[in-house]
């Protein structure tokens, strides 16, 4: 707590630090899971922002190991439900233990080493869900737990996997399977996943690519993203509703499809993001025709 304080003292993004009582009075939160204080490095925040949380934490603790370059294949949580414990007027005293405990079991073992009435009870809790409680768990232990989050089962079912993981049997299955099916470790397919996510959202994004191309030409070639977007705002002179469509989750549309068509072209070596800006780099389409053309 004490940490997460410091950061939010220095303007850093980490999850709130308030709590709720019984009267509905706000008062300091007094205790956390180790799943909640990792969502604070891996929750849907910018990249830059991740890492200036990275970056905080292995100066703080002395970490050898380089902060990501690229957060590929790491799931998050919903920056709005990263916390794993509702408000102190309807948590059971039990209930970050109990999250503590699967945690400390984890770390130092695989599935097996868990037992099945620890791991279901975790998933009665409130806020805690089988995606929530895995994805945790491949955040501490990345080689012996499989995110069970919906980029992941999506794939799995793609590459014919039946299993659907809801409680401790059926997640195991579910991992023996995935790894059985794909032969791969489970970084390797939390990866692969999430690349499989991106090409499902092709067809979305993009259509933005050529005109945020253009627009960093417009713009000299590079400027922030949200002056990028605006460009390509001003440039297609699309109607408000483009703009103030949400999705299911309440993201802003068009702002999260410009957003992954950014990541896709920075992925293909066309654009490079130098301290939170875009920069166009003519590398593969030099001399080429203009990608907007080529994509549209």
């Known amino acids: 707590m004490t ?3 410091e950061m939010e003292h220095q303007g850093l993004k980490v999850i709130s630090l308030q709590d709720e009582a019984a009267d509905g009075e706000n008062i300091p939160l007094a205790e956390i899971d180790p799943f909640t204080f990792l969502a604070s490095f891996n929750r849907g925040v910018t990249d ?11 100066a703080r603790w002395g970490l050898e190991a380089a902060v990501p370059d690229d957060f590929s294949g790491i799931p998050v949580l919903h920056p709005i439900n990263c916390r794993l414990f509702p408000y102190a007027a309807t948590r059971g005293k039990d209930h970050v233990p109990c999250l503590w405990q699967v945690a400390s079991l984890a770390a130092d073992g695989d599935i097996k080493g868990v037992s099945e009435e620890l791991f279901d009870g975790c998933l009665k809790l409130k806020c805690v869900g089988i995606g929530s409680l895995t994805i945790g768990l491949f955040w501490i232990n990345p080689e012996n737990f ?11 079912k793609a590459k014919g996997i039946t299993t659907e993981p809801e409680d401790y049997q059926s997640y195991r299955q579910w991992m023996t399977e995935m790894t059985g099916r794909l032969a791969e470790g ?3 397919i939390s990866y692969a996943a999430d690349l499989f996510a991106v ?3 092709s067809l979305n994004f993009k259509k933005w690519m050529g005109p945020l191309l253009d627009a960093l030409r417009t713009l000299g070639g590079s400027g922030a993203p949200r002056d990028v977007a605006d460009k390509i705002r001003q440039e297609l002179k699309f109607p408000e509703s ?12 068009f702002q999260n499809q410009v957003a992954w068509a950014r990541k896709y072209l920075v992925w ?8 939170g800006s875009w920069q166009h780099e003519f590398l593969a389409i030099s001399g080429a025709r203009p990608l ?3 994509t549209a």
């Open 292 to 294: 907007s053309r080529r």
């Open 199 to 201: 090409k499902r959202k």
């Open 48 to 58: 830059d922002n991740r890492r200036k949380n990275w970056n905080f934490l292995k």
């Open 268 to 275: 293909e070596g066309f654009v490079s993001c130098i301290k």
């Open 186 to 188: 489970h970084p390797q």
């Open 3 to 5: 940490l997460l304080g």
């Open 146 to 156: 499989l995110p069970a989050d919906s980029k992941t089962r999506a794939y799995g």
């Open 242 to 253: 483009v703009v103030t469509g949400t999705t299911k989750s309440g993201q802003l549309r």
